[in-house]
Structures are given as C-alpha cells and as structure tokens.
C-alpha cells in the first residue's frame, strides 16, 4: 500500500538513516486490554516498560509506525504512554482466529531505535447468536415417514469461547424433534427428525421456533421461525359438479357459441389438483361440431349445425388430473331448427354476348333456383333489377329465362350487369342473388369524328425536318377493329408545290410531321385536308383541314443604311461650337428584314469620347448634344452605335460615328491628319446612294403597276361569276370559327352552303352541330318519358308451360359399381319413346357439381357415370340416395328420378389414432375408471362394428355402454394395483370387430405409463469426501464434486445441492451447484488463518426428503504472499547542483510469509545515478550516486523492486519519479552569427521582414529569451527608424518604405536575452539588401511631343534603303534589367517602309522611297522596358515623304477641295433617296387604309342581302400570333408634326383571349403606356 508523507517531518531522518544502520530491532513489549474500550482509555507506560526516559522519547522524535492503515494505539510523548486511539472491535480484527493481537513498531532518532509492541485484544460478550434468515421455509410431502431428517442451517456469534453458543431448543415438538452433532472445525450440525406423519387434509402447515443460546454474562441468544409447508400427493380423483348436464343450441349459432361449461372438482392441492378436460370418444360428426376448453371445460360451436342433418347430440366429457384418475360426465345437446338455408341459384345456359342488332324476345340465359328448407322457408320469388332492357320469364318449376325486352346500342351501353335475385318467405326471410355480364358485340354503324372540322397550328421557321409539328385525333365510337382509325394525306398543291413535300401524316397515330423547314419569308401559310378511315366492313371515313401557319424567327441582324461604313474610319459630322442642348448631330438609320416585334429596333450609345456630350435616341436613333458645346471639348469625337432588335434572342449590328467639333472644316482638317482615304470612301457612298435610289424608284413603281393589275383582274372576274349558274366552293373565313367564345356566334358550327349566282335571294341550310355537347333548341322529344320496368316473379303466381313434373321413377343399386353399369331403362318406365328423347335432347340436370348416372339417349338407359362411395354420399345416414332431373324441350316436360344406394362391407373399424398413451399414478386404487375412444366404421347396419376386446386383461377389464345415439361408451377398469418399481409400462391391445361378410376388424395399441409417487429420500454415494486445494487457488477452482441418488423417477428424483449449516468463513470461502453438487472456491484462500475446512453438503429432492454428506478439505500451502514496498518519504524534485549522497526517499519493505517465502531482497534500476542503501531491518534509503544536469536529462523514473526467496519467487515493483529543478547556465543561441535577407523597394511600412530564433537549453523563466536592437546611425539615419525588433517574438518589422535609388543595403546587431538571474545574452548581426522593382516607365526625350500633331520628318523621294530618318531617344531611372529598353514600331501608315531598331531606337527605310508612297506617313513606337511586368512609353513621329516643303503643302490643299465636293453629292443623293422612300410608304399606308375601310363596311352589311365576301387584313387580328406582333392589340393613334415628343395611347387589347405579356399590368383593365417611335413601325 502506497503511504504519503510529508517532505518537512521525515527531514531530519534522511540525514540519520544515511549515518546509522541497525541490524535489529532494540527491545519489545507486549500488553493485554478489553475489546470495546473507550478513546484514551490507558494501554501501557511504554517509557518504563522498555526501560526509556521521557526525555530521550522527546528528543528522539518517538513516534509509532504502523504497516496498515489503522491505528488503534497512540503515543503520548511527554508522559511516556500508550492510550487508545481508534475503538477496538476484536471481531472485526481477528475473526474467530484465538488469542486476537496486533502489533506495531515505536521508532527514535538521533540514533535510530526500534521497539516491536504487540497488544492482544481480550473477547466480551457483545454479541447475540443470529441465524442467517429470520425464517427457514421447508417443504415435506404429507406421505414422508417418521425417522426422515430434515437437516437446518445452524446460527452464528462472532464471540468466541463460553460467549460462543453453547446449546439449540425446538418449540413446540408435537411432531419433530432436535439432533445436535458437534464438528471438527468446532461447529454445530443441526438436524430436525419427523416423529409423527403428517396430513396436508388436516394442517396444511406447522410453525416452529429454533433457539440458539450462548454461555457468556450476560446471556444471549437468537431465534429463527421455521414454516413447514406439508406437500400435497396426489391421492384423489376429479369428480363431476353433474352427472348429466342438457343444453339447446339453434343451427345458426355461430362457431364460438358457448353452449355449456362442464366442471369437475378434486380434492387434491396444485399441480395434482388441477383438472383437463376433454372428449375422448365421440361420433365423428359431433367431433367436428364441437370442442370442449382443456382447462376451462368449456364446450364451444366449432362447425356448422344443421337441424335437417342431426336434431340432438350426445358428449361424453372425461375430467382428468394429471395423476391419471378421471371421472365422465354426459352432455346432451338439442338443436333448434332456424330458417337458415338460402335460396341458390344455378346458371343452367348462359351467353355473355349479344349483337347489338338482336331483336327484342332474344334469349340470353336459363337460370334454375332451389331453396333446401321446408315449407314456408322454402317457398322463394324471383326477379331480376329494372334498370336493364331484359325481363325474366318463368318456365317450369324452379326454372326461368331471361330474354330481351327492346332494342340494343353498343355505343350507348356497351354492357349490362343484371342481378338475378331470389328470396325465400321464411322469418327472417333470406335471399341470395347472382350477377351476370351481358356483353354488347358491336356493328360498324359509326364514322370517325375528329375533335375539330379545322386545325390550326403555329410552326416557327427553320425548323428540322421532320420536326413533330402536332397529332390529329378522331375517335370511333364503335370497338374492337371497327373503331381501329388510320389517317391519310389528301393530296393537293401549294403554290405549285405537292402538299407532301411540306408534310407528312403517321397513318397509325395521326402526328402531322414537317417533311422540310420552312421559311417565313417564302410561304406564311399553307392549308391541306387528313381523312381519317376505320377498319371495319365496309369502312367509314371523315375528313378535317388543317391549316399551318409559319410563325417569323429572329434570324436576321438589323443593317444599318446610315451612315455607310466603308474603309476610312475619319468620315465625320460637324457640330458648331455654338451647338446649344439638344442639336441634332446626325441620325443612325437601320432596317431588320424580320417581322414583329423581331423588326423592333432600338438605340444604344456603347462607346463615346465624351459620354456627358451625346445621347441616342432609344427609338429613333438620332444624335442630340445633352448639353453645350464648349471650347474645352476635343475636336475629334469617336462614337460607337449599337442596334438591337426585340427578338429574343435579339441581334444586334454595331456603327462607329466620327464627329468633329469646331466652325470651319480647315479647322477639322488640321487636327485629323489621317483623312488620305476620304477620297475613296465619298466615291464609295455616292456609289451606294445611287443604287438605293434606283431600287426604292424600281419597288414603288413594280407595286403600282402590279396594284392596278391586280384591280383590273378581280373586276372582270367579278362580271364573269355574277350571271353564270355554276356553284361556288364554299369558302371558310380564317377567323369565322372562335373556339375560345369571343366571335359572333357562342358555339362553333359547321354549315354545308349550296350558292349560285342568285343566292342572295335564297336562305342557307343548316345541318345538325358537329358537338356532341350542344344541346337542342328544338322541343321536339323534350318532354319524352322514360319508362320504368319492374319485373318479378313468384313460383306460385307466374303462368309456367308446366305447373308440375310430369312424372317419376326410382331405383336401388350397390354401391362401388363400375362405370357403366346398367342402372335402368328409363324411356320404358316412364313411358317414352327413344325418338322423344332425342328430339327433345333430352339432359340430366343435377343440382349439385357432381353427376352420378348419365343418359344414353339413343338406347333410353340409364348407366354409371362415376362411382358412387355411400359414405362419401350420405354418411352414416339410411337409407341412401340421390335425386336428379331429366329434363326435355319441344315442349318442356321434366321427370324426377331418385336413386337409392345400398351399402356393402368395404369398410374396417379404425380408431381416431394408432395409439392411446395413458399416464396412471402408481397409487391409484383398484376399481379406478379410465375412459377410451370408441372405434368408427363408415358402414351401416351389421357392416358396423358389433363388440370390443381388450388383450392381455391381467391388471385391466373392459366395459362396454351403448348410448341413445347408438354409439358405444368404452371404459378401462383397474383389477389390481400397480407397482413402478416392479413395470414402469404396460401395453395392450383394443380390439373392435364389425358383423359384416366379409368379417373386418381394427385394433389400437393402448401405452400405459405408471407416474412414480415421491416416497424414496435421496442417498449420497459417499457419507465422507475428502479433498486437497492450494491456498493460492482463483476463484472458481473445483474442489470435489458430491453425489446424491434418488430411487425415484421424474421431478421426484431432482435432487438439489446445498452447505446447509457452516461457519461464516468458510461460506465466503465455498459454494456448491445446486444442480451438479460441484464445491467451487469462491474466496481467497490463506493457510496462514485455517489449514482444514469441513462442510456438511445436503442432497434434497423436490419432496422434501434429504440426506447430508461430509466434506473435509485440506488446504496445502503455497507462496502466495507478494512483499510489499510501502514509501515512507520522499522528495519528487532535486536540484541539479546537488552533491552525490544527498537522500531522496525511505521505503519499507515487508513480506507476509514465513522461512525462506518471508526473506526478501531491494534494488533500484541501474540506468539512473541513484543508488539504495539498507538502514534498518525492512528500511531502505535512495542517495544520489553522481552530480545531475538537467540539460542532459530533466528527469529521471526510479524502480523500486522486492523480490522473495519463495519457489516460485515472487516480486513486486514500485516506481517514482524525480525531477531535476533547474538552474541558469545555459546562455542564449542563436541559430546563425549573421542574418542576411533581401527586401523588395517600395515595400509597405510595418512589413514583417523575417524573424530570428534564439533557444535557450534551460528550463522556464531561465529559458525565456527577449530580443533587442542595438542602436546605431546608417548613412546618418538612427537603425531604429529603419526597422524594429519585437521583444517577444524576435520578428524584424520594416519601419518604413526602402528605396533602391536612395539606400541599397544596411546592417545592425539584434541582442538575445534570457530572463535568468543574473541573466544570460547573445548577439547576431542582421544584414538587410534592398531589391530594385520596376516602379519607373521609360521616358521620351527626343522626339518632343507638342500640342500640334503635323509636326513632321522629312524623307526624300530619292532615300535609299536604310535611309535615318530619325531616332528615337529614351532613358529609364531604375537599374539592371528593369532599365534595359526596347524599341518597336507599333503602328505604321506604311510597315513595309520603316523599321525601328530595336536596341538604339532609329527610324529607318527599309526600301527605296518610291511616287507612290504617301507623302504623309504616321508611325507609332512603342518603347518598353525588360522589367516584370513591362513598362512602357509611347511616342507618335509624323513623317513627310517629299523633296521641299511646299510639295507637302500642296497636298493638303487638295485634299480639302475634293472633300467639300464630295460632301455636296453626298447630301443631294440622301435627298432624293429620303423623297423617294417617303412617297412609297405613304402609297402602302393609303393601300392598307382604303382596305380596312372597306373590310369594316363589309362587317356593316352582313345580315344585308347583297352577297359579301369577307376580308381580313392579314396583320389587324391575329389569335393564334402569327403576325409581326406577338399578341394582338387596337391601337387609337393621335398624331401630329411634334408627335415624336409625345406619348402613344394604348387601348385595352380587342380580343378578350389575348393574355398580357406585362407581368405588372397583368390584373389591369387597361393600362396607359408610353411609347416612342421606332422605324420598325
């Protein structure tokens, strides 16, 4: 056990114990005291008794050391004293073990003494004798014999000798007395012996007191309380509450119906007085009707009664216990008659198919009806429900037809579901009833119909081929293949083109597939006809239009017209300086070929020079200034025009637009330089100009000539048609169908139209609607009545072709006869001729599946169809026979012939089972009753069975009672008495015999098990065991294992194990299975306290017989004792600068065991520099061995091992661990002596540059370093405003931002610092390198850049190659390769003339100058620097390809000429164009207006009698969105000259089917919006 002490009490002794060594200890003393003595009760003067002062126990420190963790003693120092410390209990400290002492060790310093005292503790009488239970419980059978032991567990008292118990008393002791046996171990075995027998009938139960008394002052004792339940056997027989018990039961009972309980009662107790009951022979019948509960001796339903088949029954139920005695009682059962047969109904001829064009009086089914009760239950009705176009007809008795009553449609009703019903007139009555589906065969009698008379459908342009364009449907109200519909292509052209290169139509499932892709601009719309045919005989057909309308895509980007793009980007507007807001600059013209709203364009300024200068009009697209032009404004203006359509997706084409600010056009010469192509580009436009004007002068004049056509060819025909007779095709407006309900008429209608010249006189006829959900306006068969039909009827009312059979006939024949076999002739005993029955095909008709006998017509003889089993038939009922029909047309007469079958012995007797098993008490008295189950023989009469015999009849008789049923009672009566132990099992033989020829019999083998009664004690197989177990044995070891017989058999011969009375310590030490009787050890096992353990096992059996056997257990030693180290000081921490020999810890180490297993050896490990030295017997110091340090090894894990000299030897371990406490001498370390790091320039002020490490090998505040600048002036500047040092981290932090060009490198010290006492440093020089960085873009110095941009260089015609021009010169500030330039021409007017050097920046020629070069030519150079990324510089040098000045000059002045030239044709072409283009759109506008003006004085006149051809301006209303917009909207327009600043009125949409495209106005009436003119519209 590990023991803590202090560091400051042990102090002192470490110093003595490493001085002094004692080999033994100095003295002893020894003192007796009373248990149970008070604290501070006096124990002893130790001073005197050992000879010691009290001075010397003073300054030695005295003190005592105890090896548990008790202490019952103290030391009182000053006077020399031991007194009681802790309450001495001497059970808890010894036991049982005599005498009863502990000892302890005082011990001095100064020098070390050691004095053993042992104090033996003296035993009073404080405890009374107690039992382990307050109450024994015990169970003995009432047939036990007097002399049985019954043994008891014995009390216990912790005292020890005469307070021990010393005697045991039984109260009262009528029928028990007491046995004490005195031990070897000093224990009690107590045994209580039955004097007189017992009987459960009359004490169930027996209560005594067990006393324990001991002999000690004063007298105590203890009691237990034993209960003796007396067991019951099982010596009595169930007998029934009523010999006879009678019960009613109506037929209808459900199974589950309780009809009565039966009960029986035994005398006997438990197991043996519980009864089961059952039906052990009974008819087979009535086994299935009924069952009795086993427990409950409820009898239940459990089938089917019927009154007609058996009116009363008769049980014999037998009450059993499970000893075998039984006892029978009669249960007589009468049924009670309910009407509870319903009427059947039997499907004789039945055909679930009629033609629909069947006449009324068709006969569809013959249907026969029966109801098996008497009387008025079986008197029934039939009819059939009303709700069907049938009617059901009587036609003999019990027989009816159902025919049809009116005419048939399929496709109104395909079927019929008709209900036949029948019911009987009992009370309650009962009825049945029968389905039957009539299927209606269809006729061809209906053409297809589509869902529309005309389709249409919207298909985008540039579809696929093959594109799915939409499925036509027709249906066929008929079925089957005559409602089976393919479609066709009727074939036609289209603008000279076969409507089946278009289109094509799948015959099978109507899809109307795209045989090309159309294109909008081609063809708009186009109309064909489908027929759709059905397969039936001959086929019908009908036909529909379909009209597919090719909606626009957005497939074209809009083109702008103006102003053209052409090669020169300098083409330009001029705007004043003296523009005020809103000047009009110029206007973007631009045109989309698409239609709708794909053709609505709209303008957007993407790019400008100056954005707050120029707006676009959204609309329009004409350039406005947003504000004043001002002098500070750039002459030259760049901007760029985006024109996106409305399409989605919408396209878009993009104009760049050049406009120049300033008065003059000198003025705009000057600064653009590049207008060399000016010339080209006007010669360009003016081409382009004139090619537009000619082709809008070509269009207006084509649409004029093509107009006045047009109108010369629709009068002449219009003259022709009006006197001439032909009929006219009936034409159908686009529009005069409105499937959504917002036209003229509220329904779509159809109309055939005849016309001829003179058909405004004459009316329009109209055909029936082509929709099935119009409803007639006509009162014609409004008010038509439907007729209900009820029919029914009654066997006794109906007339019937016959009211009777007509007449009968009866046979008898054995059963089993073979097929064929002649039964009668039945056209001879009824008086027929062959002829007859053949003519009347004359049938047998049965009512049940089965048909026994069949009709040879031909012959007139009845003959075996199927074998006839009379059991199977009738059962046990006689006489036998069967009935059927014979039935024949023509007319309809019906013979009654019954059958009666004779029975034959073909049947043995059998019992329900193979085997009876019976189980009978080995008690049981003569003349005991068991009951058996009768035999069953299918056969009647004497063929049934006539006697029993039961074989061997040596201990049993048969008896045999016949009963009201007929059926026989079989009883087994007992002669003489059995004996188990003599025959366990007896086997006889039932015999049941018929009285049949041939002579049948059956048997059944009756196994008879004899139950064992408990009347045997269990006996061990030994009285004595003995057995050896080592003391250092675990826990489940086997000791021995005890065995116990019992001569008897089942439960009885159980026999359970247990201690019954044993000391406490050796019931912690042992245990027993109760089951196997196996001795386990369940403690700990020490020789040292008890070398011999006897423990008396008892073997009992459910009964309560016993019998008890010894065991005596030898323990065998072992050294099982492990020494124990026990620290009795130490010191967890030591200083690394201690000397060798200082003291770290005092152990004791101890061994429990005795000789050599007692003798023990220490040692610590050797890898540590420590050592162990012995001061006093079991004492031990550790020392220091070396001097320690704390950087080489901080701590140090000690191991304490004690090992004995046992065999084996055995050993124990302890470990502790020791730190070594620090001290400053290790200094600072950085990791290098100098630092160098590079920083790029331009760095951010508080850059973390990097950071120094500095370790430290001490430990905690010794090993904590700080870092600090050493101050010092570079290039004048304090190192402080350079960088900074964190304290903490040693982090070098940039104070400010380096620059290369002023300062490339410094360098300073950083200290490192421990916060030791005194403390410890280190120092590092850090040296800092500054990167240059690209932070400087070259710079041009030659050529000057000023404001004028004509500033040039002049190059002579007659130059040659390689030619200096000029050179270009630049310098860059930053060093190494970030200022390394290059040169690169970047833009020239002419590359193939000049190159640029790329190291030294000349311009030379790299051709011979030629006339035609340009006198003036534009380069751009470009110079960059090597650095990353690049830098660079651009400079513009204008170069003059001339030999003198004024040639140049000259040019110029050319130039401005030809452009104002140009400007002039220019304008006078866009003017003409413009006059042109306006006068052929007001010729369209004055077009469309005169036709909407007539198409609205056609809508006037249309209930005239002038014939009016309808016309529909092809884009004023389009429902299904084919037209340039995308929905259909009215438009009231208000406009004027200033109409492009005001706002467009929209009106609500005239078509209520359109839907809004606005999500915000979709709930709106009507909305105002504002729109702004575009040049789509």
Known sequence: MWITVRRGRWQALFVILCLFKLSSVTGQARYSIPEEQAEGSLVGNIARDLGLDVARLISGKARIITKGSRQYVDLIRDKGTLVIKERIDREELCGQTTPC?????????????????????????????????????????????????FSLVSADDPDVGINDIQKYTLKPSDNFKLEVQSQPDGGRFIEMVLQNPLDREKEETHTLILIASDGGEPHRSGTVRIHITVLDANDNAPVCSQ??????????????????????????KGVNGEVTYSIPHVAKEAKQLFEVNVKTGEIKVTGKLDFEKSKTYQLNVQASDHGGFTDTCKVIIQILDENDNVPTIQLMSFSNSISEDSSPGTTIAVVNVDDEDSEGNGVVKCSINSDVPFKIESSLTGYYTIVTEDFLDRENIPEYNITITVSDQGSPPLSSSKNINVKVSDVNDNPPKFDQSEYRKTVPENNSPGFSVFTLSASDADWGQNARVSYFLEEKEINGVAVSSLVSVNSENGVVHAVRSFDYEQIKWFEFNVTARDAGSPPLSSVATVKVIIQDQNDNPPQVLYPVQTGGSLVAEMVPRSADVGYLVTKVVAVDVDSGQNAWLSYKLQKATDRALFEVGLQNGEIRTIRQVTDKDAVKQRLTVIVEDNGQPSRSATVIVNVAVADSFPEVLSEFTDFTHDKEYNDNLTFYLVLALAVVSFLFITCLVVIISVKIYRWRQSRILYHSNLPVIPYYPPRYSDTLGTGTLQHVYNYEVCRTTDSRKSDMKYIQPMSQSLVSVDGDGADTPQVEKQLSGNCSQMSTLLSSVTGQARYSIPEEQAEGSFVGNIAKDLGLDVARLISGKARIITKGSRQYVDLIRDKGTLVIKERIDREELCGQTTPCSFSFDVILENPIQLYRVTVEVIDINDNSPSFPKDEINLKIAENAAAGTRFSLESAEDPDVGMNNIQKYTLKPSDNFKLEVQSQPDGGKFIEMVLQNPLDREKEETHTLILIASDGGEPHRSGTVRIHITVLDVNDNAPVCS?????????????????????????ADNGVNSEVTYSIAHVAREAKQLFEVNVKTGEIKVTGKLDFEKSKTYQLNVQASDQGGFTDTCKVIIQILDENDNVPTIQLMSFSNSISEDSPPGTTIAVVNVDDEDSDVNGVVKCSINSDVPFKIESSLTGYYTIVTEDFLDRESTPEYNITITVSDQGSPPLSSSKKINVKVSDVNDSPPKFDQSEYRKTVKENNSPGLSVFTLSASDADWGQNARVSYFLEEKEINGVAVSSLVSVNSENGVIHAVRSFDYEQIKWFEFNVTARDAGSPPLSSVATVKIMIQDQND???????????????????????????????????????????????????????????????QNGEIRTIRQVTDKDAVKQRLTVIVEDNGQPSRSATVIVNVAVADSFPEVLSEFTDFTHDKEYNDNLTFYLVLALAVVSFLFITCLVV?????IYRWRQSRILYHSNLPVIPYYPPRYSDTLGTGTLQHVYNYEVCRTTDSRKSDMKYMQPMSQSLVSVDGDAADTPQVEKQLLPSYSI
Do not use: C
């Open 1022 to 1046: 030994q009285p004595v065991y003995k057995a050896d177990v080592r003391e250092g044995s675990p826990e489940g070891t086997v000791v021995t294992t005890v065995s116990a017989n019992d």
């Open 101 to 149: 002492s502990f000892s302890f060790e005082v011990i001095l310093e100064n020098p070390i003494q050691l004095y053993r005292v042992t104090a033996e503790v003296i035993d009073i009488n404080d405890n009374s004798p107690s039992f382990p239970k307050d109450e024994i419980n015990l169970k003995i059978v009432e047939n036990a014999a007097a002399g049985t032991h």
């Open 1487 to 1491: 077009i469309i207006s005169v036709k």
């Open 1336 to 1398: 400087n873009p070259p710079q041009v110095l030659y050529p000057v850049q000023t404001g004028g941009s004509l500033v040039a260089e002049m190059v002579p015609r007659s130059a040659d190659v390689g030619y200096l021009v000029t050179k270009v010169v630049a310098v860059d500030v930053d060093s190494g390769q970030n200022a390394w330039l290059s040169y690169k021409l970047q833009k020239a007017t002419d590359r193939a003339l000049f190159e640029v050097g790329l």
């Open 243 to 268: 010999p006879v018990y009678k019960a009613d039961v109506r037929e209808n009972s459900p199974e589950g119906t309780v009809v009565t309980t039966v009960s029986a009662n035994d005398a006997d």
